[in-house]
C-alpha cells in the first residue's frame, strides 16, 4: 500500500488523540533520517519515530528503541533546544496532502510562550523533516536542499517555508465521474493505454497503488483506461467517494496482509474487498506500521547480511584454494627429493667417469633394477664432488620441510573444509537469527570483525524467538539465538537438526547423551542430526530413514539422489584437538542412502513444513578407518 493519505490520516488521527497535551522530555536522532521524541502523555511515556527514510519514510508512535550515537547531530541538538519541555498542542495533515504537522508549544529564546511546527513530508525519496519557528521560517531540517538541488523551493536555516507543490489531482471526497472523465481527455494517449486502476491513481489526489485497485474492484471496472465510458467513470468516482467517506469519518480498519508464507507483504488501513491473500487485523495504526516496517527492515538486513557473508566466504574460499593448490606443489616437489640423494649417491660412486667442467654426465643407474642409465644435470663450474655434495645439500633441505609442509596442508584442508560447510550452513540459512549466528562465528575464527555487520538495517524490530525446547538451550549466537529443528519421527521418537556449527556441537557434545543416534551426510558439509533413543534401544528402520533424510536435505547434497548418510552412536562421536567448531571425528558407522525430496517424502515436507522452511546446514565431518 505504501504511506500514502490515507494511511497518514489514520496515523494523524492516532496520533492527535494519544499524544495533544503530551510533554516532550527527550529528542534522539538515531540515524540521519531518524527522529524519535519520547512523550508523557496520559499518563504514559510514548515514543513518536519520524522518518525521512527514502523506503521508509513515516511517522507513528514504535516500540522500537534504536541505539544513538556518540554525539547527538546538529539538528537533533536543535530540536533538543526548541522542543524539549514543550507540550503537543495538535498533530495534523495538510489536506489531502503526505505532509503532517506536530505543533508543540514551548518557550523562545527570550522565555515568551511560542508555538514551534515540526513537519514530516512523506514523500519517497523527496520525504524530509524540517523544524519550523513561530515566524514560518526555516531553523533547521533532516535533509537541506538548496536552489541547485530544487529548483521549486530552498530548504534552509532562515528561509521561509515553503511546502512542496501541490499536486494538482482531483480531491477523493468530491471527486465526479465528469471530473474523472476530463482528466482522461487531458492526459491523452499515455493514459488511455493505462489499467483503469493506473488511472484513477494519477488522477485522484492522496491515493496509493492498493487504495487505486481497490476503487476499482468496488466500482466493477478493469482493463484499460481507454475503454472507460460515464457509466464506469461514474461508478469509479462514487468508489472513490465511498471509500474516503471511511477514512474521513475515522472508520479505520488496521490490517497486515500477509503472503504465501504468512509474512507481512502490505498494509492497509481501510477494508480492502480485492485482496485474496490471508489478512492480520492490528489493534492500532501505529502497531500496524511498527510490525510492517520492522518486517522490512529485517529483510532488509536479511539481504545485506547474507550478501556480505557470501562475499566473505567466497574471498576466503579463493585465498584458501590458493594456498593449498601451492602447498600441494611444494609437498610434491618435496616427496620428490629421493631422487637428488640417488643422484648424489651416483656422482660419489661414479667420480672418475664425470668430467670437470662438464653440465651433465651420464651414468649406470644402480638403483634401476635394469641399469638403465640416467642423466644427471651438473654445474660446470664445480667439481664432480661439489656437484654430489650440492644434490646432498638439496635433498636434506628438502626433506627437512617435507612434515612441515604436510602439516600446513592439513591446516589448509581443515580450514577449506570448515569454509566449505559454513558456505552450505548460510546457503540453507533462512532467518536473520541465523545469518547472525553465522556471522558470530566467523567473527570468532578470525574471518570478520567482532562488529555490527550492517548499520543501516539496525534496530529492525524483533528477533527469533529461541529455547523452547530443551535442544535449544544453551546456544551460542547474537542477541537471541535461533534454535534447532526438532522434530518427532513417525515412531515418536525425537529428532534435532542443528542449524549452524555451533548448534552442532552443543547437541553433539552437551545435549546428546552417549547412547542417542548420530547421522551425517558421508563426507559432505551437512547438519548434525541427533535421534534420541532410550538406552538400550535399537533405532526403528522408519525412524532411521527419516533421520537419514534430515541429514541428507540439511547438508550440500540435498538436490542429489541416493545421498550417502552415515550413521553411529553418539559414543563413537568426537572433537579432535584445536578443530573449529562442530568438526567431528566418528567410527563404528554404517551408511544408509536416501533421496531428500519433500515432494516424494511426506515426512520431509511436515518437517520442512514445521520448520518455516528455516533448516539450516551445519559443519562438515571425517570418518575415521
Same mark, same amino acid.
Given at each position: ?341 640417488? *643422484? ?165 557434545? *552437551? ?44 547438508? *550440500? ?69
Amino acid at each position: 500500500m505504501g504511506f500514502d493519505a490515507t494511511v497518514l490520516a489514520a496515523v494523524v488521527d492516532e496520533l492527535d488523540r494519544h499524544l495533544r497535551g503530551g510533554r516532550i522530555h527527550k529528542v534522539y536522532q538515531p540515524t540521519p533520517w531518524e527522529l524519535h521524541l519520547l512523550v508523557y502523555a496520559g499518563r504514559e511515556h510514548l515514543r513518536l519515530l519520524l522518518s525521512c527514510h527514502p523506503q521508509g519514510a513515516r511517522l507513528h508512535l514504535t516500540q522500537v528503541v534504536r541505539p544513538n550515537p556518540p554525539h547527538p547531530p546538529t539538528f537533533c541538538m536543535l530540536l533538543r533546544k526548541h522542543l524539549e519541555g514543550g507540550r503537543i498542542l495538535a498533530v495534523r495533515q495538510v489536506g489531502r496532502e503526505r505532509i503532517a504537522h506536530v505543533e508543540v508549544g514551548a518557550l523562545d529564546e527570550l522565555g515568551n510562550p511560542a508555538t514551534y511546527t515540526l513537519v514530516a513530508e512523506v514523500m519517497g525519496k523527496h520525504s524530509n523533516l524540517v523544524l519550523l519557528a513561530p515566524s514560518g521560517r526555516i531553523i533547521d531540517a533532516a535533509r537541506r536542499a538548496t536552489e541547485e538541488q530544487n529548483r521549486y523551493r530552498e530548504v534552509l536555516p532562515g528561509l521561509p517555508y515553503v511546502p512542496p507543490p501541490p499536486t494538482g489531482k482531483l480531491d477523493p471526497a468530491a471527486v465526479t465521474g465528469e471530473e474523472l472523465g476530463q482528466w482522461l481527455a487531458r492526459a491523452g494517449v499515455e493514459a488511455m493505454g493505462r489499467p483503469a486502476w493506473q488511472f484513477v491513481l494519477d488522477a485522484v489526489d492522496g491515493l496509493g497503488p492498493l487504495v487505486a485497485r481497490e476503487i476499482a474492484h468496488r466500482a466493477g471496472v478493469g482493463g484499460l483506461a481507454g475503454n472507460l465510458g460515464p457509466a464506469e467513470l461514474d461508478r469509479l468516482a462514487r468508489a472513490c467517494r465511498e471509500l474516503y467517506a471511511l477514512v474521513d469519518s475515522r472508520a479505520f480498519a488496521p490490517t497486515l496482509l500477509l503472503d504465501e508464507a504468512g509474512q507481512p507483504r502490505d498494509f492497509a488501513v481501510v477494508e480492502l474487498r480485492h485482496w485474496a491473500g490471508a489478512t492480520l487485523p492490528v489493534d492500532s495504526v501505529s502497531a500496524l506500521l511498527d510490525r510492517f516496517y520492522a518486517a522490512q527492515e529485517e529483510r532488509q538486513r536479511t539481504t545485506a547480511l547474507r550478501a556480505e557473508l557470501r562475499r566473505v566466504l567466497a574471498q576466503e574460499l579463493g585465498r584458501v584454494r590458493r594456498k593449498l593448490q601451492a602447498q600441494l606443489e611444494d609437498l610434491r616437489r618435496a616427496e620428490e627429493a629421493e631422487p637428488l640423494r640417488q *643422484k648424489g649417491e651416483l656422482l660419489m660412486a661414479y667420480l672418475w667417469q664425470v668430467p670437470r667442467g662438464a653440465d651433465r654426465v651420464e651414468l649406470p643407474n644402480f638403483y634401476d633394477p635394469e641399469q638403465r642409465p640416467v642423466v644427471i644435470e651438473l654445474d660446470p663450474a664445480l667439481s664432480p664432488a661439489e656437484n654430489a655434495q650440492a644434490y646432498f645439500r638439496r635433498y636434506q633441505k628438502a626433506r627437512s620441510g617435507l612434515q612441515a609442509i604436510r602439516e600446513q596442508v592439513a591446516r589448509s584442508q581443515a580450514e577449506l573444509q570448515y569454509l566449505e560447510q559454513v558456505e552450505a550452513t548460510l546457503a540453507a540459512a533462512a532467518s536473520l537469527p541465523e545469518l547472525e549466528e553465522i556471522r558470530a562465528e566467523l567473527a570468532a575464527e578470525g574471518y570478520l570483525s567482532e562488529g555490527p555487520a550492517e548499520e543501516k538495517g539496525r534496530g529492525a524490530g524483533a528477533r527469533g524467538a529461541a529455547g523452547g525446547r530443551r535442544a535449544g538451550e544453551g546456544l551460542q549466537g547474537s542477541g537471541q539465538p535461533s534454535r534447532p529443528l526438532v522434530v518427532r519421527s513417525s515412531d515418536g521418537l525425537e529428532i534435532w537438526v542443528g542449524r549452524n556449527n555451533r548448534q552442532n556441537e552443543t547437541l553433539t557434545f *552437551k545435549l546428546a547423551a552417549p547412547t542417542d543416534l548420530w547421522l551425517h551426510a558421508k563426507e559432505i558439509p551437512g547438519a548434525h542430526v541427533i535421534l534420541r533413543l532410550p538406552p538400550g534401544v535399537e533405532p526403528p528402520e522408519t525412524s532411521l530413514r527419516e533421520a537419514a533424510l534430515l541429514a541428507a536435505y540439511f547438508s *550440500k547434497a540435498r538436490l542429489s539422489a541416493n545421498v550417502p548418510v552415515d550413521y553411529t552412536l553418539r559414543r563413537h562421536v568426537r572433537k579432535p584437538p584445536g578443530a573449529r567448531p562442530g568438526m567431528v571425528l566418528y567410527d563404528h558407522h554404517r551408511t544408509l542412502h536416501v533421496t531428500p525430496d519433500p515432494e516424494r517424502e511426506p515426512f520431509l515436507q511436515q518437517a520442512l513444513t514445521a520448520a518455516g522452511m528455516a533448516g539450516a546446514a551445519g559443519s562438515d565431518t571425517v570418518p575415521e578407518g
